[in-house]
């Protein structure tokens, strides 16, 4: 249906799930695709006049719809553009790819994005959560968020700082929650910069080599690293139909992390000089991987829970074996979270933003 006086088309019961990595979920009342800032602001008046809620959709690789849908407007980002200035600096529209836009950093050879090559998605879905892999954090080369304000109706520009980015977190999936839509967003490169190798399985591969390796080399061993755990999204690669990472690792201070470690060994988890292993994200701050956690827990890979299962590949990813329902996703998390708890007293939180639930 198209909105009178607007150049805005409107699809009704629009099936959602195959706008998901995942594939999974009902229908949406009412899906638009903007691709055009007008047609955003069109959209939220379309949903404004009918009273009906409104979930701002990307590449669809981060959420879970529950089986019944989304009973209001689904806004499609759809803008396009991309732009690299001399210095580094490069902006792209929120409905870019975000690893095509990578591929094109690393073919102008600027560093700052290679470690975060494969991660699905759209620019806009990258500053909601932060995204991060193998060290990195796209909140450290952001350098501008250009986004529409629900609250005052404006365009609003907001630096790195205003998004205070955290592990998975920033603003815009905490505090301020709903509040903005990403419209475009500037990173600031490094041209000719020296790769990141922080992580010690990327490290590792480069050991041998008295040379610093590019960055397009450092984006090959990335997405092979991926690959090898299902972790880049391939149609023929069915431990690849998930959200990434179904847990956050949770992030402690030391005490806590001793009183995990001590729970473990209770039960028998841990041999006396066996530690958790943890990563140092912060002062006083350690990261524990919730992978080792549920696989101690006594889950292993491919374990399945009606038509959901957890990866052959990574033990971190919830995948939908065909036909799962949210339900039985919903169900394998719970079965987890529970039995983590048992085990080592600890809580895990999901990842992914769930919608219409
Ligand atoms: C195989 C696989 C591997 C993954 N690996 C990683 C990884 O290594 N690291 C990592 O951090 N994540 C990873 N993810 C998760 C996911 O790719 C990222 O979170 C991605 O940034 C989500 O972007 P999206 O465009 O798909 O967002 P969506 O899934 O569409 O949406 C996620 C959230 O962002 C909001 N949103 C999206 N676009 C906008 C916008 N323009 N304005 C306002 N809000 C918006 C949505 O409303 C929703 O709340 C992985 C997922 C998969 C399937």
């Excluded at 010690?200 to 755990?229: D, M």
Aim: glycine share 10%; charged share 25%.
């Amino acid at each position: 249906m198209a909105e009178p006086g607007s150049s805005l088309a409107i699809e009704e019961n629009v099936a959602l799930a195959p706008f998901t990595s995942i594939g999974v979920g009902g229908p949406a009342r009412f899906l638009t695709r903007a691709r055009s800032e007008e047609h955003i602001l069109q959209s939220l008046l379309f949903a404004e006049k009918r009273g009906c809620p409104v979930f701002v959709l990307g590449g669809g690789s981060n959420i879970l719809i529950s089986d019944s849908g989304f009973p209001g407007l689904v806004v499609k980002v759809e803008l396009g553009g991309i732009r690299a200035a001399a210095d580094g600096r490069v902006s792209a529209a929120a409905g870019e790819d975000l690893d095509t836009l990578i591929r094109l950093c690393i073919d102008k050879n600027l560093a700052g994005l290679e470690c975060l090559s494969g991660i699905p998605g759209t620019v806009g879905g990258a500053p909601i959560q932060n995204v991060g892999a193998y060290g990195d954090e796209a909140g450290e080369v952001i350098s501008l968020v250009r986004v529409f304000d629900r609250r005052s109706n404006r365009i609003l520009e907001l630096g790195a700082s205003d998004c205070r980015f955290g592990y998975r977190s920033s603003i815009f999936n905490t505090e301020e929650r709903e509040r903005y839509i990403i419209l475009e967003v500037e990173f600031a490169l490094r041209p000719g910069g020296t790769p990141h190798l922080r992580y010690e399985e990327l490290r590792r591969r480069f050991a041998a080599r008295s040379s610093i390796p590019s960055v397009g080399e450092v984006r090959e061993a990335v997405l092979q690293i991926r690959r090898s755990k299902a972790m880049v999204l391939s149609e023929n690669d069915p431990d690849s139909r998930s959200v990434g990472s179904f847990f956050k690792n949770p992030v402690l201070d030391s005490d806590q992390a001793d009183r995990v470690e001590q729970a473990a060994r209770r039960r028998g988890l841990l041999r006396t000089s066996e530690r958790i292993p943890r990563f140092v994200i912060g002062p006083g701050k350690q990261k524990l991987p919730a992978a080792w956690l549920i696989e101690r827990a006594g889950f292993s890979k491919g374990y399945c829970c009606g038509r959901a299962a957890i990866s052959g590949k990574h033990a971190l990813a919830l995948i939908n074996r065909g036909g799962a329902s949210a339900e039985e996703i919903l169900t394998l998390m719970q079965r987890i979270q529970e039995r983590v708890r048992e085990t080592f007293e600890i809580d895990l939180r999901p990842e992914p933003v769930f919608v219409g639930f």
